[in-house]
């Protein structure tokens, strides 16, 4: 019998009973700007037990070994190196992770845990006991990538490339205090490109979620706004398959994400109503994610606008817990 309230089958009493108890929480990394996060959207939660860690212990080993196997679920919002450091602490099998951080999206034997991406991915992470959430940009490129590939739109071996925009508090806590010290270089005024590099920590989930045969050429850059997320592929219609045009492209996605409460794919033509502009920041806020298609008959670019911190981070991680409790996707989430 699973622990959890959400679940509102008829039972016996008995098994009611079982099912009233509260779910145990440990949230490794609570102090961190997801793990935070994570912590006030349980706020008002009576399915919810969280299990405490005093400040003075939290990156005590022994006292998270026995918080992580008390739990019934803990959330790892920590570095990589951190992250797999908790996993190899877990000893009570009943445990189930969800891991934030970069450490285990490619690794064999772990969910990813994106559920709108197919009717197998939202079982995994249902049955699953490993966990791993989406990284905030490899969200917005796979929302696009993954069902163009799977539909047999776009070729595996496209030079797929992206640019995106985001608010500067997906990049944690420190560079959160350069942004918003009282004195700061006038350059943090300015948008500014990074992993120039082209070996961002993303790319790789990018390339193996989607099945991409060469990982995406990828410009982010940071912006002077607190949270938000803006990413933009391009493409060459005459390289896609079958005389694709924005409006096809647009019916596709539409059919794709049909009934799916978290991904929105917009009227065409809606960014007219913007005067012709997307802003990065403009989901801030919301949990969900918008799908936007423009461009012409030669050339078509597909964008996803959503928030960093929401669908990109904790909203994710709470609508994996969500499905595995059994609950509605959205219980404790902003849409």
Same mark, same amino acid.
């Given at each position: 019998?699973?622990?959890?309230? %959400? ?7 008995? /098994? ?33 037990? *969280? #299990?405490?860690?005093?400040? /003075? +212990?939290? $990156? ?16 790892? %919002? #920590? ?15 009943? &445990? ?31 049955? @699953? ?6 990284? %905030? ?15 047999? #739109? ?10 995106? *925009?985001? =608010?500067?508090? @997906? ?33 790789? /989930? ?7 045969? $060469?990982?995406? #050429?990828?410009?982010?850059?940071? %912006? ?15 390289? *896609? ?17 049909? @009934?799916?409460?978290? &991904? ?5 033509? $809606? ?6 502009? *997307?802003?990065?920041?403009? !989901? ?8 936007? &298609? ?25 609508? !994996? +817990?969500?499905?595995?409790?059994? !609950?509605?996707?959205?219980? =404790?989430?902003?849409?």
């Amino acid at each position: 019998m699973k622990r959890g309230a %959400c679940s509102d089958s008829d039972q016996p009493i008995r /098994e009611k009973s079982e099912m009233s108890k509260k779910t145990k929480i440990f949230i490794d990394g609570s102090e961190g700007t997801t793990g935070l996060r994570i912590h006030e959207r349980f706020e008002g939660r009576e399915d919810i037990e *969280l #299990l405490p860690v005093s400040s /003075e +212990l939290r $990156k005590d080993v022994k006292e998270r070994k026995r918080l992580i196997n008390e739990s019934d679920i803990t959330f790892l %919002c #920590l570095p990589d190196d951190a992250a797999r450091e908790s996993v190899s602490l877990v000893e009570n099998e009943a &445990v189930k992770i969800i891991d934030t951080s970069t450490a285990h999206r490619t690794k064999e034997g772990w969910a990813y845990g994106f559920p709108e991406l197919s009717k197998i991915h939202r079982k995994n992470i249902k049955e @699953g006991k490993r966990i791993a959430v989406p990284g %905030c940009y490899a969200t917005g490129f796979i929302t696009i990538i993954y069902p163009l590939i799977a539909g047999g #739109l776009l070729p595996k071996d496209y030079p797929v490339s992206a640019f995106a *925009l985001s =608010g500067y508090s @997906g990049a944690g806590k420190k560079t959160i205090a350069v942004y918003e010290a009282k004195e700061r270089e006038k350059e943090l005024d300015a948008p500014r490109e990074y992993a120039l590099t082209q070996k961002h920590k993303h790319l790789k /989930e990018m390339q193996k979620i989607t099945g991409l045969d $060469k990982a995406p #050429l990828f410009s982010p850059i940071i %912006c002077d706004y607190y949270n938000g997320m803006l990413l933009t592929t391009p493409f060459y219609t005459d390289m *896609l398959s079958d005389g694709q045009t924005p409006e096809k492209i647009h019916e596709f996605l539409s059919g794709y994400y049909s @009934g799916e409460k978290f &991904v929105k794919v917009m009227p065409f033509g $809606k960014e007219a109503e913007y005067n012709g502009f *997307l802003a990065g920041n403009a !989901c801030a806020g919301w949990d969900g994610i918008e799908i936007f &298609v423009t461009g012409n008959e030669d050339r078509v670019l597909v964008s996803t606008r959503f928030d960093n911190l929401g669908k990109g981070a904790s909203g994710a991680a709470i609508q !994996c +817990l969500n499905i595995m409790l059994g !609950c509605e996707e959205d219980k =404790g989430l902003n849409l």
